[in-house]
Protein backbone atom coordinates (compact mmCIF):
# COMPACT_ATOMS: atom_id res chain seq x y z
CA UNK A 1 0.00 0.00 0.00
CA UNK A 2 1.74 3.68 -1.28
CA UNK A 3 -0.57 6.38 -1.05
CA UNK A 4 -0.47 8.17 -4.01
CA UNK A 5 0.27 11.92 -2.52
CA UNK A 6 3.36 13.06 -3.41
CA UNK A 7 3.97 14.95 -0.51
CA UNK A 8 7.20 16.45 1.39
CA UNK A 9 6.55 14.06 4.76
CA UNK A 10 6.70 10.12 4.22
CA UNK A 11 6.30 8.28 7.17
CA UNK A 12 6.68 3.97 7.18
CA UNK A 13 3.19 2.28 8.91
CA UNK A 14 4.94 -1.46 10.55
CA UNK A 15 2.13 -3.53 11.43
CA UNK A 16 2.45 -6.11 14.31
CA UNK A 17 -0.75 -7.42 15.17
CA UNK A 18 -2.77 -6.78 17.91
CA UNK A 19 -6.25 -5.63 18.92
CA UNK A 20 -6.02 -2.51 16.70
CA UNK A 21 -5.87 -5.58 13.93
CA UNK A 22 -8.17 -7.40 15.82
CA UNK A 23 -11.53 -9.63 14.15
CA UNK A 24 -14.49 -10.89 16.47
CA UNK A 25 -16.95 -12.90 14.48
CA UNK A 26 -20.00 -10.56 16.15
CA UNK A 27 -19.55 -7.03 15.13
CA UNK A 28 -19.82 -5.38 18.72
CA UNK A 29 -17.83 -8.16 20.52
CA UNK A 30 -14.88 -6.34 22.44
CA UNK A 31 -13.55 -9.53 23.82
CA UNK A 32 -14.31 -12.67 22.33
CA UNK A 33 -12.25 -11.59 19.30
CA UNK A 34 -8.30 -13.17 17.67
CA UNK A 35 -5.98 -10.07 17.51
CA UNK A 36 -3.80 -9.59 14.34
CA UNK A 37 -6.10 -10.43 11.50
CA UNK A 38 -6.51 -7.07 9.62
CA UNK A 39 -3.39 -6.22 7.82
CA UNK A 40 -1.71 -2.91 8.38
CA UNK A 41 -2.81 -1.53 4.79
CA UNK A 42 -6.54 -1.91 5.69
CA UNK A 43 -6.25 -0.48 8.97
CA UNK A 44 -5.06 2.74 6.83
CA UNK A 45 -8.39 2.74 4.85
CA UNK A 46 -10.27 5.86 5.98
CA UNK A 47 -7.42 7.13 8.11
CA UNK A 48 -7.20 10.84 6.99
CA UNK A 49 -3.82 11.24 6.53
CA UNK A 50 -2.59 14.86 7.25
CA UNK A 51 -1.57 17.24 4.63
CA UNK A 52 1.28 16.92 2.96
CA UNK A 53 2.18 13.40 4.55
CA UNK A 54 2.56 10.38 2.14
CA UNK A 55 2.06 6.59 4.06
CA UNK A 56 3.64 3.37 3.20
CA UNK A 57 2.68 0.59 4.98
CA UNK A 58 4.83 -2.80 5.71
CA UNK A 59 3.21 -6.00 7.81
CA UNK A 60 6.35 -7.07 10.11
CA UNK A 61 4.31 -9.68 12.06
CA UNK A 62 0.56 -10.35 12.36
CA UNK A 63 0.83 -11.66 16.36
CA UNK A 64 -1.03 -11.15 19.63
CA UNK A 65 1.44 -9.59 21.54
CA UNK A 66 0.95 -11.49 24.28
CA UNK A 67 3.05 -13.43 22.16
CA UNK A 68 6.07 -11.32 21.33
CA UNK A 69 9.15 -13.10 21.39
CA UNK A 70 12.63 -12.12 20.35
CA UNK A 71 12.64 -13.24 17.14
CA UNK A 72 9.55 -10.58 16.02
CA UNK A 73 12.03 -7.70 18.09
CA UNK A 74 14.88 -8.63 16.06
CA UNK A 75 12.37 -8.60 12.39
CA UNK A 76 11.13 -4.91 14.32
CA UNK A 77 14.33 -3.43 14.99
CA UNK A 78 15.83 -4.58 11.85
CA UNK A 79 13.05 -3.17 9.33
CA UNK A 80 12.77 0.21 11.73
CA UNK A 81 16.72 1.11 10.95
CA UNK A 82 16.23 0.13 7.73
CA UNK A 83 13.43 2.47 7.30
CA UNK A 84 14.66 5.30 9.32
CA UNK A 85 18.36 5.27 7.86
CA UNK A 86 16.24 6.11 4.64
CA UNK A 87 17.02 9.83 3.38
CA UNK A 88 13.27 10.14 2.03
CA UNK A 89 11.74 8.95 5.68
CA UNK A 90 10.87 11.10 7.78
CA UNK A 91 9.26 8.64 10.65
CA UNK A 92 7.84 5.57 11.69
CA UNK A 93 4.42 4.94 13.21
CA UNK A 94 4.21 0.86 14.54
CA UNK A 95 0.52 -0.57 14.72
CA UNK A 96 1.34 -2.89 18.11
CA UNK A 97 -0.91 -4.74 20.46
CA UNK A 98 -1.42 -3.08 24.14
CA UNK A 99 -0.08 -6.18 26.07
CA UNK A 100 3.80 -5.84 25.54
CA UNK A 101 3.80 -2.58 24.19
CA UNK A 102 6.01 -0.86 27.05
CA UNK A 103 8.16 -3.56 26.62
CA UNK A 104 8.68 -3.40 22.40
CA UNK A 105 9.00 0.61 23.18
CA UNK A 106 11.88 0.43 26.00
CA UNK A 107 13.66 -2.41 23.77
CA UNK A 108 13.28 0.05 20.46
CA UNK A 109 14.69 2.92 22.32
CA UNK A 110 17.45 1.13 24.29
CA UNK A 111 18.60 -0.68 21.15
CA UNK A 112 18.07 2.27 18.66
CA UNK A 113 19.37 5.07 21.11
CA UNK A 114 23.26 4.45 19.74
CA UNK A 115 22.09 4.59 15.97
CA UNK A 116 21.89 8.16 15.45
CA UNK A 117 18.59 7.17 13.80
CA UNK A 118 16.56 8.12 16.58
CA UNK A 119 16.63 12.00 15.54
CA UNK A 120 13.63 11.04 13.42
CA UNK A 121 10.38 10.05 15.89
CA UNK A 122 9.12 6.09 16.42
CA UNK A 123 5.74 6.22 17.26
CA UNK A 124 3.81 3.27 18.77
CA UNK A 125 0.01 2.82 18.40
CA UNK A 126 -2.67 0.22 19.46
CA UNK A 127 -6.32 -0.03 20.45
CA UNK A 128 -8.14 -2.37 23.50
CA UNK A 129 -11.39 -2.52 21.01
CA UNK A 130 -10.99 -4.71 17.88
CA UNK A 131 -11.12 -3.20 14.20
CA UNK A 132 -14.83 -5.13 13.98
CA UNK A 133 -15.91 -3.13 16.94
CA UNK A 134 -19.15 -1.13 16.80
CA UNK A 135 -17.00 1.88 18.23
CA UNK A 136 -13.29 0.83 17.34
CA UNK A 137 -10.98 3.06 18.82
CA UNK A 138 -7.86 2.32 16.73
CA UNK A 139 -8.86 4.58 13.76
CA UNK A 140 -8.62 7.65 16.42
CA UNK A 141 -5.35 6.63 17.74
CA UNK A 142 -3.53 5.71 14.37
CA UNK A 143 -4.79 9.41 13.43
CA UNK A 144 -3.16 11.06 16.82
CA UNK A 145 0.09 9.23 15.97
CA UNK A 146 0.16 10.67 12.69
CA UNK A 147 0.04 13.91 14.16
CA UNK A 148 2.49 13.05 16.89
CA UNK A 149 4.83 12.11 13.71
CA UNK A 150 3.78 14.98 11.64
CA UNK A 151 4.49 17.57 14.73
CA UNK A 152 7.52 16.29 15.24
CA UNK A 153 8.88 15.43 11.27
CA UNK A 154 8.52 19.26 11.18
CA UNK A 155 9.88 20.35 14.24
CA UNK A 156 7.18 20.31 16.70
CA UNK A 157 9.98 19.52 19.38
CA UNK A 158 13.71 19.81 18.88
CA UNK A 159 15.95 17.27 19.77
CA UNK A 160 19.08 19.38 19.75
CA UNK A 161 20.48 20.05 23.38
CA UNK A 162 19.40 16.77 24.52
CA UNK A 163 21.75 14.58 26.40
CA UNK A 164 22.07 11.94 23.44
CA UNK A 165 20.46 13.75 20.89
CA UNK A 166 17.73 11.78 20.51
CA UNK A 167 13.87 11.53 20.83
CA UNK A 168 12.28 9.41 23.13
CA UNK A 169 10.45 6.11 21.30
CA UNK A 170 6.73 6.70 21.76
CA UNK A 171 3.24 5.47 22.27
CA UNK A 172 -0.27 7.27 21.50
CA UNK A 173 -3.23 5.99 23.12
CA UNK A 174 -6.48 7.62 23.90
CA UNK A 175 -5.41 11.02 23.69
CA UNK A 176 -2.20 10.76 25.35
CA UNK A 177 1.67 10.56 24.26
CA UNK A 178 3.78 8.20 26.30
CA UNK A 179 7.54 7.80 26.68
CA UNK A 180 9.11 5.02 26.18
CA UNK A 181 10.78 5.18 29.51
CA UNK A 182 7.54 5.59 31.90
CA UNK A 183 4.92 4.24 29.59
CA UNK A 184 2.86 1.12 31.72
CA UNK A 185 -0.51 -0.53 30.73
CA UNK A 186 -2.45 -0.21 33.88
CA UNK A 187 -5.80 -1.42 32.71
CA UNK A 188 -7.18 -4.20 31.40
CA UNK A 189 -10.13 -2.88 29.84
CA UNK A 190 -10.70 0.64 29.53
CA UNK A 191 -9.67 2.50 26.04
CA UNK A 192 -7.50 5.00 28.44
CA UNK A 193 -5.76 2.12 29.35
CA UNK A 194 -1.95 3.56 29.63
CA UNK A 195 0.16 5.58 32.20
CA UNK A 196 3.32 7.58 32.70
CA UNK A 197 2.78 7.12 36.54
CA UNK A 198 4.46 9.89 38.37
CA UNK A 199 5.99 11.67 35.18
CA UNK A 200 2.81 11.96 33.60
CA UNK A 201 2.40 12.04 29.38
CA UNK A 202 4.77 13.73 27.46
CA UNK A 203 1.94 15.56 25.74
CA UNK A 204 -1.47 15.14 24.76
CA UNK A 205 -3.47 15.22 20.81
CA UNK A 206 -6.47 17.31 21.09
CA UNK A 207 -8.53 17.49 17.58
CA UNK A 208 -5.26 16.92 15.44
CA UNK A 209 -2.93 19.38 17.24
CA UNK A 210 -0.29 18.36 19.49
CA UNK A 211 0.41 19.93 23.58
CA UNK A 212 3.66 18.44 24.89
CA UNK A 213 3.60 19.18 27.85
CA UNK A 214 7.56 17.77 28.79
CA UNK A 215 10.73 16.96 27.02
CA UNK A 216 10.57 14.42 24.71
CA UNK A 217 14.55 14.15 24.92
CA UNK A 218 15.47 10.62 25.98
CA UNK A 219 17.54 10.94 29.11
CA UNK A 220 18.86 7.72 30.25
CA UNK A 221 21.26 8.05 33.76
CA UNK A 222 22.93 4.96 31.73
CA UNK A 223 24.50 3.19 34.86
CA UNK A 224 23.11 -0.29 32.91
CA UNK A 225 23.41 0.51 29.74
CA UNK A 226 26.38 1.85 27.31
CA UNK A 227 24.18 2.39 24.96
CA UNK A 228 26.70 4.60 22.91
CA UNK A 229 28.34 1.69 21.62
CA UNK A 230 25.63 -0.45 20.32
CA UNK A 231 25.29 -2.07 16.81
CA UNK A 232 22.27 -2.81 15.49
CA UNK A 233 22.86 -6.10 13.61
CA UNK A 234 24.66 -6.99 16.80
CA UNK A 235 20.97 -7.57 18.54
CA UNK A 236 19.58 -8.36 15.72
CA UNK A 237 21.84 -11.46 14.84
CA UNK A 238 22.29 -13.16 18.24
CA UNK A 239 20.70 -15.55 20.46
CA UNK A 240 19.53 -13.83 23.17
CA UNK A 241 20.57 -14.50 26.68
CA UNK A 242 17.83 -15.65 29.12
CA UNK A 243 16.44 -13.61 31.78
CA UNK A 244 14.07 -14.38 33.95
CA UNK A 245 11.90 -12.31 36.27
CA UNK A 246 11.43 -13.57 39.81
CA UNK A 247 8.59 -12.02 41.90
CA UNK A 248 9.02 -11.65 45.48
CA UNK A 249 5.21 -12.11 47.74
CA UNK A 250 4.46 -13.82 50.53
CA UNK A 251 5.26 -17.60 50.47
CA UNK A 252 7.98 -17.32 47.76
CA UNK A 253 10.80 -20.25 47.54
CA UNK A 254 14.41 -19.77 46.13
CA UNK A 255 14.13 -23.52 45.12
CA UNK A 256 12.58 -21.53 41.82
CA UNK A 257 15.62 -19.96 41.56
CA UNK A 258 17.86 -22.96 42.09
CA UNK A 259 15.60 -24.47 39.54
CA UNK A 260 16.41 -22.01 36.43
CA UNK A 261 20.19 -22.36 37.61
CA UNK A 262 19.72 -25.94 37.00
CA UNK A 263 19.02 -25.37 33.05
CA UNK A 264 23.00 -25.24 31.86
CA UNK A 265 21.94 -25.04 27.74
CA UNK A 266 23.98 -22.16 27.25
CA UNK A 267 24.16 -22.66 23.37
CA UNK A 268 20.53 -22.52 23.08
CA UNK A 269 20.10 -19.40 24.84
CA UNK A 270 18.60 -21.38 28.00
CA UNK A 271 21.13 -20.61 30.38
CA UNK A 272 20.21 -18.52 32.68
CA UNK A 273 22.46 -15.35 32.25
CA UNK A 274 20.53 -12.67 34.21
CA UNK A 275 17.44 -12.34 37.02
CA UNK A 276 15.20 -9.85 37.69
CA UNK A 277 13.41 -9.55 41.31
CA UNK A 278 10.20 -7.67 41.37
CA UNK A 279 10.97 -6.67 44.47
CA UNK A 280 7.99 -5.42 47.09
CA UNK A 281 7.76 -1.79 47.61
CA UNK A 282 11.14 0.09 48.15
CA UNK A 283 12.66 -2.40 46.08
CA UNK A 284 12.71 -5.14 49.11
CA UNK A 285 13.05 -8.88 48.71
CA UNK A 286 11.99 -12.26 50.77
CA UNK A 287 14.63 -13.78 53.21
CA UNK A 288 13.42 -16.54 51.56
CA UNK A 289 14.84 -15.45 48.30
CA UNK A 290 18.41 -14.21 49.62
CA UNK A 291 20.32 -17.53 50.01
CA UNK A 292 19.42 -18.37 46.23
CA UNK A 293 19.97 -15.33 44.75
CA UNK A 294 24.00 -15.69 46.61
CA UNK A 295 24.02 -19.23 44.79
CA UNK A 296 23.10 -17.05 41.55
CA UNK A 297 25.74 -14.54 41.83
CA UNK A 298 28.41 -17.22 43.05
CA UNK A 299 27.28 -18.70 39.64
CA UNK A 300 27.56 -15.95 36.96
CA UNK A 301 24.72 -14.93 36.96
CA UNK A 302 23.67 -10.77 36.99
CA UNK A 303 20.73 -9.98 39.60
CA UNK A 304 18.96 -6.65 38.97
CA UNK A 305 16.14 -5.55 42.03
CA UNK A 306 13.15 -3.44 40.54
CA UNK A 307 9.80 -2.88 42.18
CA UNK A 308 6.42 -4.17 41.95
CA UNK A 309 4.96 -1.08 42.86
CA UNK A 310 2.79 0.71 39.48
CA UNK A 311 4.72 4.11 40.38
CA UNK A 312 7.69 5.85 41.71
CA UNK A 313 11.22 4.16 41.75
CA UNK A 314 13.33 2.43 44.31
CA UNK A 315 15.17 5.00 46.36
CA UNK A 316 18.43 3.27 46.88
CA UNK A 317 20.44 3.95 49.72
CA UNK A 318 24.29 2.58 51.01
CA UNK A 319 24.58 -0.34 51.39
CA UNK A 320 22.13 -2.32 49.29
CA UNK A 321 23.49 -5.36 47.84
CA UNK A 322 21.66 -5.75 44.40
CA UNK A 323 21.99 -2.79 41.77
CA UNK A 324 18.51 -1.80 41.33
CA UNK A 325 16.58 -0.72 38.01
CA UNK A 326 16.58 2.23 37.95
CA UNK A 327 13.17 3.38 37.81
CA UNK A 328 12.57 0.52 34.96
CA UNK A 329 9.36 -1.76 35.73
CA UNK A 330 10.49 -5.10 36.17
CA UNK A 331 9.95 -6.33 32.10
CA UNK A 332 11.63 -2.95 31.40
CA UNK A 333 14.30 -4.04 33.56
CA UNK A 334 14.37 -7.56 31.84
CA UNK A 335 15.10 -6.43 28.53
CA UNK A 336 17.79 -3.64 30.00
CA UNK A 337 19.85 -6.38 31.16
CA UNK A 338 19.51 -8.64 28.46
CA UNK A 339 20.69 -5.94 26.13
CA UNK A 340 23.54 -5.33 28.74
CA UNK A 341 24.62 -8.97 28.70
CA UNK A 342 24.83 -8.87 24.77
CA UNK A 343 26.82 -5.60 25.10
CA UNK A 344 29.32 -7.39 27.27
CA UNK A 345 29.92 -10.42 24.97
C1 LIG B 1 -2.40 -7.70 22.16
O1 LIG B 1 -1.67 -7.18 22.99
O2 LIG B 1 -2.00 -8.05 21.04
C2 LIG B 1 -3.84 -7.98 22.49
C3 LIG B 1 -4.42 -7.00 23.42
C4 LIG B 1 -4.47 -5.61 22.88
O3 LIG B 1 -3.89 -5.24 21.88
O4 LIG B 1 -5.19 -4.81 23.54
Not at 152 to 166: D, Q, V, Y
Not at 222 to 250: C, G, K, L
Request: aromatic residues 4%; negative net charge; proline residues 4%.
Amino acid sequence: FESLQVNSKKFVVLGTGGTIAGRASQAGDNIGYKAGEVGVDQLLVGIPVPAGVSLQAEQVAQIDSKDMSHAVWQSLLSRVAHHLAKADVDGILITHGTDTLEETAIFLQLALASSGLLSKPVVLTCAMRPATALVPDGPQNMQDALAVLQNLAIGGTSPANMPCSCLQVMAVCAGSVHGAMDVQKLHPYRTDAFSSGDSGPLGFVEEGAVRWVRSTAFNWPSRHIPWTEFAINSIVNTVWPRVDIIMSHAGVVGRMIDLLLADKDLASGHALQGLVIAGTGNGTIHESLEAAIGRAQAAGVDVVRASRCAQGQIVSKAGDGLTDSEGLSPVKARIALQLKLMHRR
